[in-house]
């Protein structure tokens, strides 16, 4: 038996015929060892995921076709397999999970017949032989309570039990090959923290391989053996993880280390890689990554790089590496350009936006005269404040109820309860006009920037919408001026302005979406998660944006987010949201270096983080968050607590000062019943 | 000659005009324009667009009605019009409508489908079949001159329609050779071997068949009653052409009627969901409770008495039938919005969660501005889709509601009364077959057209098959 359990060699695929015909991988090769996780790490659109379905053949029909390569299993030419020899392979010898959970099950099927479907197609197992080994699969990735599950549907489990399940019809064939398409790009860093230890536990005890595909470098670094790094339809670095992580020798790969946010860098601007991946409609004749690359001289532009082996297990696509050439010494790396933060004065900045006791609730209802069932507490009651020209990040997994903050603020929502305070104006109180001439003060972006513009419009009228509406600009003329001033202070041309959102790329709409906000002159922004949809390139460029807007323009922002190094890097003052509730607030370096409440030190714990080398210890949560509608009794946390005590169930507990500026609410801190705060 | 304007022309015109104005606005909107280019690369929606077209342009030329003037007596001062109304496309088709025969008789016949008791010279009672007064009436032989003038003038109306389809395709091939600046020549050749973009030689092929037909139509019908005629001897060629226009005005009008209903209400009730959304909803789930054939047949007769008891509201026959046509597309327009005030309801539901509404909402935009200008523009593929689906069944609606005998008025033209005298015809012995197969055929290859339409044009908006593409 050899090491070598997958070896792929040139591979090629091709979508469309003609002109527009698009090459998402061309020339692939690399191998994977039996028991080993190999990564492949690169931005959306990359090729990524049509290399995992090139190597099942299961790409788009009619027009998916692989042109050349051979993709080897044990030895067997995978691509010469008649299309029922294929079969046997798909599920039996390769399995793969896809990105959505929600959607890679069938609703109208129990769990376990999922599971059997597979049991009986690769190991010919049926009856009460297959209930039994699917019930041990549901054992095997940590499903509680296997035999009650088997017969539920997936509508009933929570998005991490899915993907669950999802590894187990997976592991129903005994695969060799495990092919993880971003596993858990869809689910919270908890609940990714336990995804991401049950593949590395089962991969232990089957000894299966994994191909893991992902853009995240935290994953990559807590999962792989070894990397490819793919950009363009092509790999242009392959190393051991220690070496990748230690010296990448790519330009591209060491640019994406840079754009990482993380706290260290607060005092400077993020490292951008300037541009986005080029279409890969075009037949290239130069580096693919030339125009966006610093170090590119003369011969970038003309030749495309060959693969060059630095050693044994690295090899890198890029001429710098090519020892006969002797390209011309670049000052290193650009200096990381230092930012005049806005630091907070001596004096107390003026609070801009005041909330107290902040309460949103959905009812139920039921029935045929809509009887009111009960309250789905999406926010139960928070105070926030924000200081003008400051930001304040809100943080919380999904279905904490952050967003519904965002627009509760904005009045978008009915607020149920509480006040809303901007520049002393109580704005749950306003109505019709007075609100509607007050909107100008506060803006949203949203996370999505595919939906977040009309289609059917173009670039000027979207931005000019708000303008017209708040009557801000005289005339259609001085409008227009405006708008093209707006792109270009966001970093566009102002000749974009006839043109069609459908026509940029995601980074460049959100920065229309971000001109459209600005084009009233708020003074609050609510950034609804707005780079989470964004690959890491293109997240520092709109991070150092919003960077550089606040410190012209004196703009107030309430960040949302789930993910905690953009907060490092950008907020002043962090609250952490736990189901409707904030359980933690303070500056910025107090909560994220000496997190106070168990919640936050989890999810700190969870976030997968490069670098970080072993000494890491991973809080569990076990799982997951519970129902707004049906919240625990005392402390909502306390289910999932390791130092839950007999009071948590019984009472919320009060606000302690853990300074004067970091706030938490836990027994555990409260001075007054005097716990002795845990190790 | 004096012009008339009969309700439903004046609405068949208005909607001319809006497509017209939608066709200009689509040009200049990319996103509008790119499904509508996508729509016309496909061979079969090419082919489907040149039926559709023959049978529109013979509609609209039936819509442009006048009265003749009557020639002036001794001493008459003013003038005076005849008391039918006709049409263009009466005036093109010519004597088609006054050859009119005693009773039955076949196509292509010589003589009357029934034996009749005539005198011969000699005195004697004879049953025979006599010859007709205008089928075949030029030939002195028929038997054995007959099929050899009808091949004759098929092959005349072949050569016709050879020529006049040569002389469109220089005159196509002229324009694109300058619109490609390839030169005629080389568009010609691109033409022929099916290698641009737009199927043209598709669409040259299927309206030389049009033509062809146009042909023979304009080369037999002088002479012969190519569908044969009916009872009362008129010729069913005739009447099936002038049921085009019947079927074209209810598959079309009724959907104006539809329209404003269904997106508005739809609309409504989406966006603003609580109490408007309930009567809405209370609205059309009644409505569709109801059996729309018994909604429909209580309207129509209701109409019909009181038409019947105000004759001095209508100057001409024809005023008081198309009066009753216009009613029929305004109660099926009534009945049949349900279905797509649905369809919009739930999508509007899913477009107002959408951020680029939200965003508007924060920038305090009117309720209004928001319903015209994020909602509508996208829920209008799925409008569009929707009547060219419900055209088809709209035209079929009309044969079965006349068949009932609640459709249009009995004295106008149309399939579904062609079909429902079609009931006692096939009941006889020998059976009169071709009034049926007439109506059925021209009918079929317009719904055939419209449904391969429809299908082409959700194919080109349904944005989930374009995604694949």
């Given at each position: 038996?050899?090491?070598?359990?997958?070896?792929?060699?040139?591979?090629?695929?091709?979508?469309?015929?003609?002109?527009?015909?698009?090459?998402?991988?061309?020339?692939?090769?690399?191998?994977?060892?039996?028991?080993?996780?190999?990564?492949?790490?690169?931005?959306?659109?990359?090729?990524?995921?049509?290399?995992?379905?090139?190597?099942?053949?299961?790409?788009?029909?009619?027009?998916?076709?692989?042109?050349?390569?051979?993709?080897?299993?044990?030895?067997?030419?995978?691509?010469?397999?008649?299309?029922?020899?294929?079969?046997?392979?798909?599920?039996?010898?390769?399995?793969?999970?896809f990105?959505?959970?929600?959607?890679?099950?069938?609703?109208?099927?129990?769990?376990?017949?999922q599971?059997?479907?597979?049991?009986?197609?690769?190991?010919?197992?049926?009856?009460?032989a297959?209930?039994?080994?699917?019930?041990?699969?549901l054992?095997?990735?940590?499903?509680?309570?296997?035999?009650?599950?088997?017969?539920?549907?997936?509508?009933?489990?929570?998005?991490?039990?899915?993907?669950?399940?999802?590894?187990?019809?997976?592991?129903?064939?005994?695969?060799?090959?495990?092919?993880?398409?971003?596993?858990?790009?869809?689910?919270?860093?908890?609940?990714?923290?336990?995804?991401?230890?049950?593949?590395?536990?089962?991969?232990?005890?089957?000894?299966?391989?994994?191909?893991?595909?992902?853009?995240?470098?935290?994953?990559?670094?807590?999962?792989?053996?070894?990397i490819?790094?793919?950009?363009?339809?092509?790999?242009?670095?392959?190393?051991?993880?220690?070496?990748?992580?230690?010296?990448?020798?790519?330009?591209?790969?060491k640019?994406?280390?840079?754009?990482?946010?993380?706290?260290?860098?607060?005092?400077?601007?993020?490292?951008?890689?300037?541009?986005?991946?080029?279409?890969?409609n075009?037949?290239?004749?130069?580096?693919?990554?030339?125009?966006?690359?610093?170090?590119?001289?003369?011969?970038?532009?003309?030749?495309?790089?060959?693969?060059?082996?630095?050693?044994?297990?690295?090899?890198?696509?890029?001429?710098?590496?090519?020892?006969?050439?002797?390209?011309?010494?670049?000052?290193?790396?650009?200096?990381?350009?230092a930012?005049?933060?806005?630091?907070?004065?001596?004096?107390?900045p003026?609070?801009?936006?005041?909330?107290?006791?902040?309460?949103?609730?959905?009812?139920?209802?039921?029935?045929?005269?809509?009887?009111?069932?009960?309250?789905?507490?999406?926010?139960?009651?928070?105070?926030?404040?924000?200081?003008?020209?400051?930001?304040?990040?809100?943080?919380?997994?999904?279905?904490?109820?952050?967003?519904?903050?965002?627009?509760?603020?904005?009045?978008?929502?009915?607020?149920?309860?509480g006040?809303?305070?901007?520049?002393?104006?109580?704005?749950?109180?306003?109505?019709?006009?007075?609100?509607?001439?007050?909107?100008?003060?506060?803006?949203?972006?949203?996370?999505?920037?595919?939906?977040?513009?009309?289609?059917?419009?173009?670039?000027?009228?979207?931005?000019?919408?708000?303008?017209?509406?708040?009557?801000?600009?005289a005339?259609?003329?001085?409008?227009?001026?405006?708008?093209?001033?707006?792109?270009?202070?966001?970093?566009?041309?102002?000749?974009?302005?006839?043109?069609?959102?459908?026509?940029?790329?995601?980074?460049?709409?959100?920065?229309?979406?971000?001109?459209?906000?600005?084009?009233?002159?708020?003074?609050?922004?609510?950034?609804?998660?707005?780079?989470?949809?964004?690959?890491?390139?293109?997240?520092?460029?709109?991070?150092?944006?919003?960077?550089?807007?606040?410190?012209?323009?004196?703009?107030?922002?309430?960040?949302?987010?789930?993910?905690?190094?953009?907060?490092?890097?950008l907020?002043?003052?962090?609250?952490?949201?736990?189901?409707?509730?904030?359980?933690?607030?303070?500056?910025?370096?107090?909560?994220?270096?000496?997190?106070?409440?168990?919640?936050?030190?989890?999810?700190?714990?969870?976030?997968?983080?490069?670098?970080?080398?072993?000494?890491?210890?991973?809080?569990?949560?076990?799982?997951?968050?519970?129902?707004?509608?049906?919240?625990?009794?005392?402390?909502?946390?306390?289910?999932?607590?390791?130092?839950?005590q007999?009071?948590?169930?019984?009472?919320?507990?009060?606000?302690?000062?853990?300074?004067?500026?970091?706030?938490?609410?836990?027994?555990?801190?409260?001075?007054?019943?005097?716990?002795?705060?845990?190790? | 000659?004096?012009?008339?304007?009969?309700?439903?022309?004046?609405?068949?015109?208005?909607?001319?005009?809006?497509?017209?104005?939608?066709?200009?606005?689509?040009?200049?909107?990319?996103h509008?324009?790119?499904?509508?280019r996508?729509?016309?690369?496909?061979?079969?929606?090419?082919?489907?667009?040149?039926?559709?077209?023959?049978?529109?342009?013979?509609?609209?030329?039936?819509?442009?009605?006048?009265?003749?003037?009557?020639?002036?007596?001794?001493?008459?001062?003013e003038?005076?019009?005849?008391?039918?109304?006709?049409?263009?496309?009466?005036?093109l088709?010519?004597?088609?409508?006054?050859?009119?025969?005693?009773t039955?008789?076949?196509?292509?016949a010589?003589?009357?489908?029934?034996?009749?008791?005539?005198?011969?010279?000699?005195?004697?009672?004879?049953?025979?079949?006599?010859?007709?007064?205008?089928?075949?009436?030029?030939?002195?032989?028929?038997?054995?001159?007959?099929?050899?003038?009808?091949?004759?003038?098929?092959?005349?109306?072949?050569?016709?329609?050879?020529?006049?389809?040569?002389?469109?395709?220089?005159?196509?091939?002229?324009?694109l050779?300058?619109?490609?600046?390839?030169?005629s020549?080389?568009?010609?050749?691109?033409?022929?071997?099916?290698?641009?973009?737009?199927?043209?030689?598709?669409?040259?092929?299927?309206l030389?068949?049009?033509?062809?037909?146009?042909?023979?139509?304009?080369?037999?019908?002088?002479?012969?009653?190519?569908?044969?005629?009916?009872k009362?001897?008129?010729?069913?060629?005739?009447?099936?052409?002038?049921?085009?226009?019947?079927?074209?005005?209810?598959?079309?009008?009724?959907?104006?009627?539809?329209?404003?209903?269904a997106?508005?209400?739809?609309?409504?009730?989406?966006?603003?969901?609580?109490?408007?959304?309930?009567?809405?909803?209370?609205?059309?789930?009644?409505?569709?409770?109801?059996?729309?054939?018994l909604?429909?047949?209580?309207?129509?007769?209701?109409?019909?008495?009181?038409?019947?008891?105000?004759?001095?509201?209508?100057?001409?026959?024809?005023?008081?039938?198309?009066?009753?046509?216009l009613?029929?597309?305004?109660?099926?327009?009534?009945?049949?919005?349900?279905?797509?005030?649905?369809?919009?309801?739930?999508?509007t539901?899913?477009?107002?969660?959408?951020?680029y509404?939200?965003?508007?909402?924060?920038?305090?935009?009117?309720?209004?501005?928001?319903?015209?200008?994020?909602?509508?523009?996208?829920?209008?593929h799925?409008?569009?889709?929707?009547?060219?689906?419900?055209?088809?069944?709209?035209?079929?609606?009309?044969?079965?509601?006349?068949?009932?005998?609640?459709?249009?008025?009995?004295?106008?033209?149309s399939?579904?009364?062609?079909?429902?005298?079609?009931?006692?015809?096939?009941?006889?012995?020998?059976?009169?077959?071709?009034?049926l197969?007439?109506?059925?055929?021209?009918?079929?290859?317009?719904?055939?057209?419209?449904?391969?339409?429809a299908?082409?044009?959700?194919?080109?908006?349904?944005?989930?098959?374009?995604?694949?593409?």
């Open positions: 038996m050899t090491q070598t359990l997958l070896q792929v060699d040139n591979l090629s695929v091709r979508i469309g015929n003609g002109d527009s015909a698009i090459r998402p991988v061309d020339g692939v090769s690399f191998e994977i060892r039996r028991g080993e996780t190999f990564a492949l790490l690169g931005e959306s659109g990359c090729g990524k995921s049509m290399t995992a379905l090139a190597l099942l053949r299961l790409l788009p029909q009619p027009a998916g076709e692989i042109v050349s390569g051979s993709v080897r299993l044990d030895g067997e030419e995978l691509l010469a397999l008649t299309e029922s020899g294929m079969r046997a392979v798909r599920g039996g010898r390769i399995a793969m999970i990105q959505e959970p929600m959607t890679s099950l069938n609703p109208v099927m129990t769990v376990g017949a599971i059997a479907e597979s049991l009986e197609q690769h190991k010919n197992l049926r009856g009460e297959a209930r039994q080994r699917v019930l041990e699969l054992d095997d990735v940590g499903i509680p309570d296997a035999a009650r599950r088997f017969g539920e549907y997936p509508h009933q489990l929570s998005g991490g039990m899915k993907q669950r399940v999802m590894i187990a019809i997976a592991l129903a064939g005994d695969p060799d090959l495990l092919i993880a398409d971003e596993p858990t790009t869809a689910l919270d860093v908890t609940i990714q923290a336990q995804v991401l230890d049950l593949m590395r536990k089962l991969q232990r005890e089957h000894g299966m391989a994994v191909l893991l595909i992902t853009h995240d470098l935290g994953v990559v670094s807590e999962m792989a053996d070894r490819a790094v793919m950009y363009a339809g092509q790999l242009v670095e392959q190393a051991p993880r220690d070496v990748f992580f230690g010296k990448a020798r790519h330009p591209y790969s640019k994406l280390f840079a754009a990482l946010p993380d706290s260290s860098k607060r005092e400077q601007r993020l490292t951008v890689i300037p541009g986005t991946v080029p279409p890969l075009q037949v290239f004749y130069a580096c693919r990554f030339a125009e966006r690359c610093e170090r590119a001289w003369e011969l970038c532009n003309r030749q495309q790089p060959d693969w060059f082996a630095v050693d044994a297990e690295q090899g890198v696509r890029c001429h710098l590496a090519d020892p006969t050439l002797s390209p011309p010494t670049s000052s290193d790396e650009q200096d990381a350009v930012v005049a933060r806005s630091q907070p004065s001596t004096a107390p003026q609070t801009l936006l005041e909330v107290n006791g902040l309460k949103i609730h959905f009812p139920i209802q039921r029935g045929l005269f809509k009887r009111v069932v009960g309250q789905v507490r999406a926010v139960d009651g928070i105070d926030l404040a924000i200081p003008s020209g400051q930001t304040l990040a809100l943080v919380g997994e999904s279905g904490c109820g952050k967003t519904t903050v965002g627009k509760g603020i904005l009045q978008l929502l009915n607020v149920t309860a006040s809303v305070c901007f520049e002393s104006v109580e704005l749950t109180q306003l109505k019709g006009e007075a609100l509607r001439s007050r909107r100008s003060d506060f803006q949203i972006i949203f996370q999505d920037p595919y939906s977040s513009m009309n289609p059917r419009m173009s670039v000027g009228d979207i931005i000019e919408e708000g303008m017209i509406a708040q009557r801000i600009g005339g259609k003329a001085e409008r227009r001026q405006r708008v093209a001033k707006l792109l270009e202070q966001v970093g566009l041309r102002p000749e974009h302005i006839h043109r069609y959102p459908h026509e940029f790329s995601g980074g460049q709409r959100q920065r229309i979406c971000i001109a459209r906000a600005l084009a009233v002159n708020p003074k609050l922004i609510v950034c609804d998660e707005p780079t989470s949809a964004l690959d890491v390139s293109v997240q520092a460029q709109i991070l150092n944006l919003l960077q550089d807007l606040q410190n012209e323009l004196g703009l107030s922002f309430l960040f949302i987010t789930h993910d905690l190094s953009v907060v490092a890097y907020a002043d003052r962090i609250a952490v949201m736990y189901l409707g509730r904030i359980v933690e607030e303070g500056n910025v370096e107090d909560v994220l270096e000496n997190p106070r409440h168990p919640y936050t030190e989890a999810l700190l714990s969870a976030v997968p983080r490069v670098n970080d080398g072993d000494g890491r210890k991973i809080i569990r949560l076990e799982g997951d968050l519970p129902s707004p509608s049906n919240p625990p009794t005392g402390c909502h946390f306390h289910p999932r607590c390791r130092h839950a007999a009071q948590c169930s019984a009472e919320y507990p009060p606000v302690s000062e853990v300074s004067g500026t970091h706030q938490v609410r836990c027994y555990l801190w409260d001075r007054q019943t005097g716990s002795v705060p845990p190790e | 000659m004096m012009w008339v304007l009969l309700w439903t022309d004046a609405l068949v015109f208005a909607l001319v005009a809006v497509i017209v104005t939608f066709v200009l606005y689509a040009r200049k909107h990319e509008m324009r790119a499904p509508w996508e729509v016309v690369r496909g061979r079969i929606a090419v082919a489907a667009l040149v039926v559709l077209m023959t049978y529109t342009v013979t509609g609209l030329l039936d819509s442009v009605h006048f009265r003749k003037a009557l020639p002036m007596q001794d001493g008459q001062q003038v005076q019009y005849a008391g039918d109304v006709v049409s263009l496309l009466d005036g088709l010519g004597d088609l409508a006054t050859q009119v025969e005693k039955y008789s076949a196509p292509f010589t003589t009357l489908y029934t034996r009749e008791t005539v005198i011969a010279e000699d005195g004697t009672q004879q049953r025979i079949f006599p010859r007709l007064k205008y089928g075949g009436a030029h030939l002195a032989d028929p038997v054995s001159e007959r099929v050899g003038d009808i091949a004759l003038r098929s092959l005349r109306a072949l050569g016709e329609a050879l020529l006049i389809i040569l002389l469109l395709y220089a005159l196509l091939s002229a324009w050779g300058r619109r490609w600046n390839t030169g020549a080389a568009a010609a050749l691109r033409m022929l071997r099916g290698e641009t973009d737009v199927p043209w030689r598709t669409a040259l092929v299927t030389f068949v049009f033509v062809f037909l146009a042909a023979l139509i304009v080369n037999l019908a002088s002479v012969w009653h190519v569908f044969g005629t009916d009362v001897g008129k010729d069913v060629l005739y009447q099936t052409i002038k049921s085009i226009r019947t079927g074209l005005v209810i598959g079309t009008l009724t959907t104006l009627v539809m329209l404003p209903f997106v508005f209400l739809g609309m409504m009730a989406g966006y603003f969901r609580g109490w408007v959304d309930d009567v809405i909803q209370y609205l059309y789930t009644t409505l569709n409770s109801i059996p729309g054939v909604l429909i047949a209580a309207s129509v007769l209701m109409m019909q008495v009181y038409m019947d008891t105000h004759p001095e509201l209508f100057e001409t026959m024809e005023e008081r039938a198309d009066l009753r046509l009613f029929l597309c305004l109660i099926l327009g009534i009945t049949s919005w349900t279905g797509l005030c649905r369809l919009l309801r739930g999508e539901l899913k477009l107002r969660e959408l951020e509404v939200q965003a508007a909402d924060a920038f305090g935009v009117a309720k209004a501005t928001i319903l015209m200008r994020h909602l509508l523009p996208n829920l209008m799925l409008v569009l889709i929707a009547v060219v689906i419900d055209f088809s069944g709209l035209v079929l609606a009309e044969a079965v509601l006349s068949y009932v005998g609640v459709g249009v008025d009995a004295t106008t033209m399939w579904g009364n062609m079909i429902n005298r079609a009931r006692l015809e096939m009941a006889r012995e020998p059976m009169v077959w071709w009034s197969l007439a109506a059925f055929s021209f009918m079929f290859m317009l719904v055939l057209a419209a449904n391969l339409f299908d082409a044009v959700r194919d080109a908006f349904d944005p989930r098959l374009r995604a694949q593409r």
